[in-house]
């Protein structure tokens, strides 16, 4: 493994001298070589000047090793590109689709993280990988289009899923890589929080740092695994100075609340997030919906009386009143004259999700990308 | 002096050949229990100082045979071990010493009376990883991960056992089963498997009652968890009834679980219970439930985190707070004594108890909850901002709601 060298200028972050000494290493490698030479690179990899030709040429400064499998006969340990900062620049670029985008970044992420495995990091150093790379999926998650979001929607409710084009499941693998890289994450400070008190004063410097981080993606295990018991009780056992952090604080009220059903206090208190865990929170109320009209279809239930749609938009926090008029022909409620008539007989059980719903636009979503993704890389 | 060190020498040189012949008339007598005793580690013999010295090792190895002798070789290592205040490699080698153990289970066809010494030796070699874990001698060790490798090395036996389903009923190793998902529940979280494996043997009913109640107490537990109240009242209603009556410590740890339990089922606990058992907090709590005062309720909650927390039923207490708001209501229709209950006075009545952070719409939701769980019978309209009760029972026992 290799060892860094500890940063003595107080000045010169020690983390950032570190990072750049990784990310830096040969990052020509063979492997991009040879990706040029078969014409495999990527757009955005691409030296401008070359731009036209048949083989273009490959711009040091833009490529990233892209994911592969491991496989018998290959040499992982060797490569050692990895530059997440560069990705995420890439990233506020509004010239593509979104979905190129994030593909590109995705597998490039994955190949990140593959290495960092095979090459064992360090504790920290890992952490400080991870991170972006948290936020990244979670951003990720609320931008989908709006057909990726919707196939989700069809593979939950109705499992016909294999005739499907498999990049449109984005949604879920996205999902999937969020659950692994975040309980990765998890382990991790768990882990550097047993080590021994170093008294170091880099060490405490990046300890201070990763603390600052660490509010947040926990706050962020607490909103994607909302009223889920096992997350809540590592909420109440996280050590006090996080405890107290006002979004780990408001969020775990935020999971309380569901934990006991309260959608109203649910919805009130996720606007007060800041954008990126309003994206965590977002990402369950499909679910949170559909469970809170179950319940009102038993508590309003009436053949006479009807509850107004302008309040359930307030209520569950609806963009769209239309939306409110889908949901409820999904769900068997009748909807009439912008009102809702919830009656508990009628209400279909085996829907499992309402429909999908973006709350931040677009524009708006791609406005807190640099605030985001690059803020603390 | 010569004389003294050489009469002790002599002395421990009885006492190991001893050791090893009892081991070996025992071994061939096919004593399960005798056996136990002289391959625990908390036995009398492993305070003989010179029991593990290198020679007393090759010593006693003459004496034995295969495959005992790997099983008392790694028995030994193990007390040196312990002598030289070695916890780590005390559990290696305790772990290699129950893996021998495991082969020789897997060799004895149609017997089972090596299972005493197999309920020992996980047993202890549970413990230790548990004192392993807490110790924490290496920093490259990754939390848990001497937990996982017991659970590894239990569950190899757990195989054995499970899988001795041609001996008759008396000779079957399936009796060992229990005890040892005993030890897996325990620390080492394994459930579901481990239940069903149980659940699903004939022998279910015939485990001995120790076995039994242990093993309740963990499915009881696990059903909270998993918020089945009733099964967990059940089960733990079971293991505090069959518990041996001076365990008080075990009685009180089992209460801890059950009287939560008991009260979102509607029931509540004698303070004569309580105090007997030293669990007061519980006291406070019931108080603040039972009169449907949540700003009480929240200042327990806040006063004994701690100890909810620590006894991880916490999240179990939180739940309480949908009891008390069903008392609260149930009082202002007792003082109302109409079946079209303002919202607005539900409101007020929690504001006069100095909760300030609620509002109407919160209210509702609350109220609908309710509704949804049984627990309240009726209606809400949102336009006239009432709550509509049946005029017949609108407010079910908590018990009879199914």
Known sequence: MTTFSQGTCLLMCPEKERWIKFFFEKFMTTHTYSREKEGLLHKFEIDE????????????????????????????????????ASLFIIATRTDVDWIIIYEFIFDRLRSVRQDAAIQRIDALMYIQLLEPIVRFLVYSAQRFEKCAVLTEWIWRNDCRLCERNISEFNTIINGQHLAECLTRLLVLYDESEDEGNSLELDRDMERLILNDNRAEMEALYILLYMGNMEALTRALRLPHDLRISPNVQLSIKISFAWYLKNYVRVCSLIPQLPPLLICAAMTGIQKLRRTALKIMSSGYNSKVFTFPGLKLQQLLLYKEIDKIKADCELLGLVFTNQNILFQKANFKDEIQLTYPEMYYTHQCLHSFLPQILLESV | MHTMDSYIMQETFILRLYACLQIRRVWLNQEGRPLSNLLSLRHDHVSISQIGSETAITKAMEHLSAPLDDLVLYHLKAIVAMNKDDPLSMYNYQSSAVQSLTKILQMQKEENWMLPVMNTMCLELRLLAVCVENTKTSKNMKPGEILEKCADCLMGCFRVCACDNRSSEDDTKRWGMLTLVNQLINKLHLCRPLIRAIESSPYKALFTLAQKITYKFFVGRKAMFDSDYKAADEHLTYVFEHCHKRSSKNKRLILTYLVPVKMLLGYMPKHSLLEKYNLMEFGELMEAVKRGNLRNLEKVMEKHESFFIGAGIYLIVEKLKIIAYRNLFKKVYLVLNIHQIPIQDLLSALEMQGIDDVDMDEVECIVANLIYEGKIKGYISHQHKKLVISKQNPFPRLSTIP
């Open chain 1, 49 to 84: 000047n070359t731009k036209g030709a048949k083989l273009p040429k490959a711009d040091p400064a833009k490529t990233i090793k892209c994911f592969s499998r491991s496989a018998a006969g290959s040499d992982m340990t060797d490569m050692k590109l990895l530059r997440p």
